[in-house]
């Protein structure tokens, strides 16, 4: 399923210099020629382009050569902080970017097999756009709101929450097993008794539901999408 091919990731996109705009906060859409971003030290960071400057608090969402892109600083507490869309669906789908990569005139390359920080991968989904345009945290409340008309999205969504309380089951359970062990051992020299090696086991081992979490939640915006886009 998540399978997609995503080589533009990683690739300038070939488009247009029209395509390219700045959407602006209060709403308004400027189509710009040139547009690259800016950050300096005790300078105000955004996007230089051939119409002007303009700060990134004032920045909705930006098109250039290499994407959209939209402005997630106030989900991620006031600081700056961009996504990149990797998936144009009625739920669209984004992973957070480094903007100084993907915000100069070509993309930085992935050359390594390896996980480059700041470089989309198409394997995570950490903001969604819905139907209505507005972004949201990939969280089981969010997506609760914004797939309940899909009876069968919301199954594997309430799958995913299923799986996150079962993690915090083990971690929690760990944890205490882990405590209790070692208040156990009181004056004695430090030692792993078997409840807080089976504590350490059993808070390991809630990092396998990772992936099943991830899983869950991308089937459940799989099926929404395709159950919106059928209509």
């Known amino acids: 399923m998540r399978a997609v091919l995503l080589w533009f ?6 488009a247009a210099s029209q ?3 700045v959407l602006l906060s209060r709403g308004e859409s400027i189509f710009v020629k040139d547009i ?15 119409v002007g400057f303009f700060c990134t608090n004032e920045i909705a969402a930006v098109k250039n050569q290499n994407g959209y892109f939209i402005n997630v600083s106030d989900l991620k507490k006031g ?3 961009w996504a990149f869309r990797f998936q144009k669906t009625p739920i669209s789908l984004f992973e957070e970017v480094d903007m100084k990569v993907y915000g100069a005139a070509l993309p930085g390359l992935n050359r390594s097999r390896k996980p480059q920080k700041g470089l989309a991968s198409g394997q995570r989904i950490d903001f969604y756009t ?3 345009g507005i972004a949201n945290r990939v969280n089981y409340t969010n997506l609760r709101l914004d797939l309940a008309s899909n009876a069968e999205a919301i199954g ?12 915090v089951g083990l971690q929690l ?5 882990f405590t209790s062990g070692f208040v156990g051992l009181g004056e004695s020299a430090f030692r792993f008794t078997p409840a807080m090696l089976l504590g350490v086991l059993m808070g390991g081992g809630s990092f396998l539901l990772v992936e ?4 869950a939640r991308w089937m459940a915006i799989d099926v929404y999408n395709k159950s919106a886009t059928s209509l």
């Open 19 to 21: 395509d390219n705009f």
């Open 9 to 14: 990731l990683f690739m300038p996109f070939i």
């Open 173 to 177: 359970s760990g944890a205490g097993l």
């Open 36 to 50: 690259q971003y800016r950050s300096e030290i005790l300078k105000e960071t955004g996007f230089k382009t051939n």
């Open 79 to 81: 600081e700056e902080h």
């Open 156 to 167: 594997h969504l309430k799958r995913s929450r299923t799986y996150q309380w079962c993690q």
């Open 212 to 215: 099943p979490i991830r899983d």
């Open 130 to 132: 819905n139907e209505e």
